[in-house]
């Protein structure tokens, strides 16, 4: 069975930077592309960052776009979100999500790792 867990989320101050990681397993990683989701509480989940799995084709939002970088290691089948200036409205629970290639829907969800940035 498919697993996406994520860890590297905390409190960082304005401007900080944080790593966050997602360690799959159960699914042929060469077979899928990948995102990052955030929420905010009151907010719509939305899209963050996307990815093949070999480190192609990588999509960013427009709200992070040159502050975060979406990245993936094939040989431990892990994918990162680098976030640097962070800022308080990047403040979320972010989520790691994979879907097989070519299809439109995310299909495998991690838990969430929390985000908080303060001012």
């Known amino acids: 069975q498919a697993q996406l867990v994520e860890s590297g989320g905390g409190l960082v101050q304005t401007g900080g930077s944080l790593r966050l990681s997602c360690a799959t397993s159960?699914?042929?990683?060469?077979?899928?592309?990948f995102g990052w989701f955030r929420q905010a509480p009151g907010k719509e989940r939305q899209s963050v960052a996307a990815?093949?799995?070999?480190?192609?084709?990588?999509y960013y939002s427009d709200s992070v776009k040159g502050r975060f970088t979406i990245s993936t290691d094939k040989a431990k089948t892990t994918v990162y979100l680098q976030m640097n200036s962070l800022k308080p409205e990047d403040t979320a629970l972010y989520y790691c999500?994979?879907?097989?290639?070519?299809?439109?829907?995310?299909?495998?969800w991690g838990q969430g790792t929390q985000v908080t940035v303060s001012s």
């Open positions: 999500a994979a879907k097989f290639t070519g299809s439109s829907e995310y299909n495998y």
């Open positions: 990815i093949y799995f070999d480190g192609r084709n990588a």
């Open positions: 159960g699914l042929p990683f060469s077979l899928y592309t």
